[in-house]
């Protein structure tokens, strides 16, 4: 079967649409509807990662440009979150389809707990027929008001939900190449396609959206880790939706992985955020990158931020190039402390740290 044919097989559906296609088209909600209603006739079920919130608050405060305060733009994500839910149930309701509203922060996904309490409730949306549409909470996560992305969230969201398929929804036909033309089919993101970011970032006007194709490259390779196939394609297309899960030629896509990055391991690698970092000398960063292996005090040269026991790091090599990411068995002080000591030298009081990175809890070439 073809790459795009594959598409076929999709089951679980995860949907990101961006402000810039919100706001230029008011009909595009009852399109969204229209195809998600057509994936349930087929006993597929959807996610949507929806933005648009803080525009439509900046319109319903009356404001005639976009703040740029922090609690200006926390009020406006307020506002304008329950206008968002309100264009989408009035769409989805035309289809006898419910909807969900769920607001995420970073932190909720980063904390083990909370992350598995999102993908419960998501999965109990999912078995009832309803479609949950995802937003960050920007009224209270400042971080993700200044840098936050929802491609990104999408990404995230997609092995949390166990989707087969990510589709990010975006104002130009899928990446292009140097001469203009879309790209169709891309197996390895950073041979065949971040060579071209720029030449795709162009928009239709002339302006230099590096930031926006960078992004869904940097989603699509979170999501082909995780096995999921990712479509990047024109919200503009009539049936764009319908087309993508029918394999047609629309959109760039981004072929998954065969094997599937376990859910824990995905969140290791793409939802935690390091707090800093081993280095190791040549021979353990051999072992870990092509043997398997875990992180012993032995291998570690150097011990970079100030991290505690259960923290993500970064796994370096001695050029600083990062190979890996794991959760640290003890804290930065100690790890410095035991760097570089054999097992057979270190005291009872440090037998428990004779491992500093465990392989189960270590991914390798996924950063």
């Known amino acids: 079967m073809s790459e795009r044919g594959l598409l076929k097989r999709a089951r679980r559906v995860v949907i990101k649409v961006g402000s810039r296609t919100l706001a230029s088209d008011a009909a595009v909600y009852a399109r969204i509807a229209k195809a998600v209603a057509s994936l349930h006739r087929e006993e597929r079920s959807v996610v949507i990662v929806s933005s648009g919130a803080i525009a439509l608050g ?78 960050e909470n920007d009224s209270v996560s400042v971080e993700e008001i200044k840098f936050g992305d929802n491609d990104q969230l999408a990404a995230l969201v997609a092995p949390l939900v166990d989707a087969d398929l990510l589709i990010l929804l975006s104002d130009v036909d899928g990446l292009l190449g140097s001469d203009g033309a879309r790209i169709g089919v891309v197996h390895d993101i950073a041979r065949d396609a971040l060579p071209h970011v720029r030449a795709s970032a162009v928009t239709p006007t002339g302006a230099l959206g590096t930031g926006g194709m960078a ?62 970092a081993l280095v190791l000398d040549a021979g353990a960063a051999h072992a870990v990158q092509s043997l398997g292996r875990s992180i012993l005090p032995v291998g570690v040269v150097g011990v970079r931020g100030d991290f505690r026991s259960g923290d993500a790091v970064r796994i370096v090599d001695p050029t600083g190039t990062e190979i890996a990411r794991g959760l640290v068995r003890c804290a930065a002080a100690d790890a410095a402390r035991l760097a570089g000591r054999r097992a057979k030298d270190l005291g009872a009081e440090d037998a428990g740290h004779a491992v500093l990175v465990h392989r189960d809890d270590l991914v390798v070439g996924a950063h």
């Open 215 to 276: 992004s869904k490259l940097e989603a699509a390779r979170r999501a082909t880790f995780s096995g999921a196939h990712a479509v990047v394609a024109d919200a503009r297309r009539p049936g764009v939706i319908e087309s993508i899960v029918a394999g047609e030629d629309v959109g760039t896509l981004f072929v998954g992985h065969a094997t599937r990055l376990p859910a824990k391991k995905s969140w290791i690698a793409f939802t935690l955020r390091p707090r800093g």
């Open 58 to 135: 900046v319109r319903r405060l009356g404001w005639k440009t976009r703040p740029r305060e922090m609690a200006k733009l926390q009020a406006a994500a307020a506002a304008g979150q329950t206008a968002l839910m309100l264009l989408y149930e009035q769409a989805f309701r035309a289809e006898s389809l419910e909807v969900a509203q769920v607001l995420l922060t970073h932190a909720d996904l980063a904390d083990r707990v909370r992350g598995n309490n999102a993908r419960a409730a998501m999965r109990a949306l999912l078995d009832e027929g309803a479609v949950p549409i995802l937003n």
